[in-house]
């Protein structure tokens, strides 16, 4: 099984991080890929390196984004596309078992892609850990009509072991690396957030299990990374949902609809924007 960490600005965890990835049962290679941090990441990431022949760092001159940084990772890995691939956010930081009770649980399933159970340190449960696809037109709709819409986030049923979802957070992902290369790895137009659904989506219409292990629990301190550039985080979830409209919504939708979910998206910007600076 490889590791693969994308770190931007993420001294706070990152040693923690590789320390308990190195620890880790059946992970036999480790790639961290740095989108130019510069708060000392690299060099925490450089230590490990020296003491691990198993981690191995790709130093980008520039921020690709993080999908991009996944896909570097990989391609690292060279050699045959076989084994078991773990994307881990730099801010997860897991037990020693987790990966290999993940592995053991997709293995049944035969093409699967899993997230774990993800926790705050006061053990609250990550909403993003469950997730449906975006619903553009049910949103607008309940906008329209001041109702609720869909929900996003599902809500965990502890009753199965591994609960079915239409997507997980990208913070932790398990899968193949035969269906990674098969659905083309990570849309690399997407610079941060919607990547991991348009993933999710995209390996289920490979015919993948996509579901989350409840009894799996990973503690992910949310938001090390995007807490430097919030705006810049913003922006781009944004851009990101509209990616994915397009991708794959836009064509079996009326131009009402598209031109509503485009204002939609676009005019919450700004006021998600001034909330994200003042925090």
């Known amino acids: ?97 987790a990966l290999a009770r993940l592995r053991a649980l997709a293995a049944p399933l035969g093409e699967a892609l899993l997230g ?29 009509r001041r109702a609720p819409s869909a929900a996003l986030n599902l809500a965990p049923d502890d009753s199965q072991a591994l609960q079915r979802v239409q997507a997980v957070s990208g913070a932790l992902m398990l899968m193949p690396r035969a269906l990674f290369e098969r659905i083309g790895g990570f849309d690399p137009g997407y610079r941060l957030h919607a990547e991991d659904l348009d993933l999710c989506r995209r390996a289920r219409e490979a015919g993948a299990t996509v579901a989350v292990a409840n009894g799996v629990r990973v503690l992910h301190v949310r938001g090390v990374s995007s807490r430097s550039r919030p705006l ?4 781009h979830k944004h851009r990101g949902l509209w990616r994915y409209f397009r991708k794959f919504e836009y064509a079996r939708r009326g131009f009402a609809t598209r031109v509503g979910v485009f204002a939609a998206i676009w005019l919450r910007f700004p006021i998600a924007a001034v909330r994200a600076w003042l925090r």
């Open 116 to 144: 774990a159970d993800l926790v705050d340190d006061d053990g609250v449960r990550d909403g993003a850990a469950r997730r449906n696809d975006p619903d553009f037109a049910g949103m607008l709709a309940g906008a329209l």
């Open 232 to 235: 810049f985080v913003e922006w």
């Open 1 to 97: 099984m490889a590791a693969i960490v994308v770190s931007y600005q993420s001294a706070a965890t990152i040693d923690d991080c590789l320390t308990r990835l190195r620890a880790a049962q059946g992970v036999s290679a480790i790639r961290v890929v740095d989108n130019h941090s510069s708060d000392g990441t690299l060099e925490i990431v450089q230590r490990h390196a020296a003491g691990d022949a198993r981690v191995r760092f790709i130093d980008n001159p520039d921020n690709p984004g993080f999908g991009v940084g996944c896909n570097q990772g990989v391609a690292d890995l060279g050699g045959a596309p076989t084994g078991w691939l773990a994307f881990v956010n730099p801010d997860c930081l897991l037990e020693a078992d």
